[in-house]
Nanobody, 126 residues
Framework: QLQLVESGGGLVQPGGSLKLSCTAS????????VGWFRQAPGKGRAGVSC????????NYADSVLGRFFISRDNSKNTVYLQMNNLKPEDTAVYFC???????????????????WGQGTQVTVSS
């Protein structure tokens, strides 16, 4: 069974940090671009960041640029999202997704992604 599982979410105060993990089971992420998306209450799903198969290309939404950092460890079949200086507006359910692609660049169009995790809640509040 092909599955993506997110972990690392939780409650954090403004200015704090969290590190999300996205681990694949049933397939290897070596040949997949991976993206992180989030959905805040009452809003649509939005792209946060993505990383290419090799890790050589990464992209970020303007709202998280300089605060969030995406990385991957193919030996652990896992992609990470380090989130620093968190703000209340970062509160959302965070999803990771995988897209079968060997392209050198990644894109954050959600409709291009093949597999999705169930999401992990991130709440930023004092």
């Amino acid at each position: 069974q092909l599955q993506l599982v997110e972990s690392g979410g939780g409650l954090v105060q403004p200015g704090g940090s969290l590190k999300l993990s996205c681990t694949a089971s049933g397939f290897t992420l070596d040949y997949y671009t991976v993206g992180w998306f989030r959905q805040a209450p009452g809003k649509g799903r939005a792209g946060v960041s993505c990383i290419s198969t090799s890790g050589s290309d990464t992209n970020y939404a303007d709202s998280v640029l300089g605060r969030f950092f995406i990385s991957r460890d193919n030996s652990k079949n896992t992609v990470y999202l380090q989130m620093n200086n968190l703000k209340p507006e970062d509160t959302a359910v965070y999803f990771c997704a995988a897209r079968g692609s060997l392209a050198s660049q990644c894109v954050m169009n959600s409709h291009l992604y093949d597999y999705w995790g169930q999401g992990t809640q991130v709440t930023v509040s004092s």
